[in-house]
């Protein structure tokens, strides 16, 4: 019998990649899915577009591995070297292969051109090796064996990549254990905050193991749950049960601060979650935004049917513009009299919030206007700071037609970038508190001021 899948090597082929001139997202893409089915990725390795060194790393892989995914330089151009080196590694002559010219000829056909002669070298396989088929662009991938590892090359796009990696590497998978995961995703606590109230489910032996990842405010607890399948079968009903038992835990443990719905995989964003919720009330909100500079509009439209609960919004970014669209009162700023409270500020942000709501009832005219307004107005930096309110500084409100609000001032950390990013989530995370009916003092908050 073939050998299991148990370690896995992820090979990115390409000049471009080592020049540090695009960024390998295949291998991040690949070990995510290689994992979850069962496979350990133990190694990454990016190589140059030489044919020895190409040749080299997959027979190093292949050596140390019982699977390797390479990617990149399947196409027709003489930096494309993949087909020799994988010929290379295998000990075996390039031979064309009939059935994959007549695709690569097929695709151009399709799109009313004629094969180019250059990308005939497309239809070359090592003998020995397969062609797979490639649907979404000219160059099909490989797949061979050295030694005893199964080795498929795919090519670098990644909207080329994927699909093949699921019709031919997924289903030629024999992983050596079952993996079953599924998330709980947070909003608002640090993640040493997080895995300090995750406590002993955190410990390295436990199965499911439970780990975290951060991203701009949200914390991500993932729950591994694994089994060698050589030794048991059909664990499917034993890892259900692990996982809803480490999924209560976990939702205990954090309460609050947890957005992903129970009974989910979790995979969902802090957006989505916040739109489900106002479409579940049939409600509606708008955003006028300074800092973040419509960085929540595209959070919230980057989700499908996002209009059914998003309105739109304001781009507020100076103060003349704060006036005049949301009807900010001049007087507010420093400009136009000494000890006003300025643009960064409790009243600014809450008189955006306010007039956000009451500009869009105006326009969109009484029962059909909205129900909560987010506003945020903040120094992202590097400039403008003071001793007062340093970088960081931000004021996000939210305000609801019933007439509750809720205005925190927080001191975000780590560049301009990072600034608006948690100012961005922050906010959505305040409409969830609100929607959810929790609260929570959220990472970063210094003061609050509402309701
Ligand atoms: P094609 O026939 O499309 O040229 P190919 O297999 O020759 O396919 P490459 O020429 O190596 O692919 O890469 C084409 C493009 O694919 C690169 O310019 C890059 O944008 C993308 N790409 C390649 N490798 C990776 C990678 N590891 N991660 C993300 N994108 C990649
Ligand atoms: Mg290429």
Request: with cysteine.
């Amino acid at each position: 019998m073939a050998q299991t899948h148990s370690r896995a090597v992820i090979v990115s082929i390409g000049d471009e990649l080592v020049l540090g001139q695009s960024l390998d997202t295949n291998s991040k893409w690949l070990s995510e899915r290689l994992l979850d089915r069962g496979a350990a990725v133990i190694r990454h390795v990016t190589v140059a577009d030489d044919v020895e060194a190409i040749a080299s790393e997959i027979g190093r892989a292949a050596a140390d591995a019982e699977l390797v995914v390479a990617t990149g330089g399947l196409g027709p151009t003489m930096d494309d070297l993949t087909r020799a080196a994988l010929a290379r590694a295998m000990g075996r002559e390039l031979v064309e292969d009939a059935e994959a010219l007549a695709q690569v000829r097929a695709w151009f056909e399709s799109r009313g051109r004629v094969m180019p002669e250059p990308n005939r070298v497309q239809a070359l396989r090592p003998a020995g090796a397969v062609c797979l088929e490639n649907t979404a662009g000219t160059a099909p991938g490989l797949r061979g064996a050295v030694g005893g590892a199964d080795v498929f090359c795919l090519p670098g796009p990644p909207r080329e990549m994927r699909p093949m990696f699921e019709r031919f590497v997924l289903p030629a998978l024999r992983p050596a254990r079952e993996v079953r995961t599924r998330l709980v995703r947070t909003f608002g606590l640090g993640e040493s905050r997080v895995a300090e109230l995750l406590g002993d489910l955190m410990r390295r032996d436990r199965n499911p193991l439970v780990g975290t990842t951060a991203s701009a405010g949200v914390v991500t607890v993932r729950m591994r749950w694994e089994l060698d399948s050589a030794e048991h079968l059909h664990g499917s009903p034993a890892a259900k049960a692990a996982l809803d038992e480490a999924d209560r835990l976990v939702r205990a443990a954090l309460g609050a601060a947890v957005f992903t719905p129970e009974g989910g995989d979790g995979e969902q964003e802090l957006a989505t979650v916040v739109l489900h919720l106002l479409k579940a009330r049939r409600e509606r909100f708008a955003v006028a935004e300074s800092c973040t500079g419509g960085l929540i509009g595209a959070l919230v439209t980057a989700v499908p049917g996002s209009s059914a609960a998003f309105a739109g919004g304001w781009i507020t970014y100076t103060n003349a513009m704060k006036a005049a669209e949301v009807g900010v009162p001049r007087e507010m700023f420093t400009e136009a009299r000494a000890g006003a409270p300025g643009a960064v500020s409790r009243e600014v942000a809450r008189a955006m919030a306010e007039g956000a709501l009451l500009r869009a009832a105006h326009e969109l005219g009484g029962t059909s206007g909205v129900d909560h307004a987010l506003a945020v107005t903040g120094i992202a930096g590097p400039e403008g700071g003071s001793e007062a309110k340093p970088v960081g500084t931000v004021w996000i409100c939210r305000a609801s037609r019933e007439g509750s609000m809720d205005c925190r001032r927080f001191l975000f950390g780590g560049g301009r970038e990072s600034v608006r990013e948690w100012a961005a989530a922050t906010a959505l995370g305040m409409l969830r508190l609100k929607l959810a009916g929790e609260d929570l003092k959220l990472h970063s908050e210094q003061e609050r001021w509402g309701e």
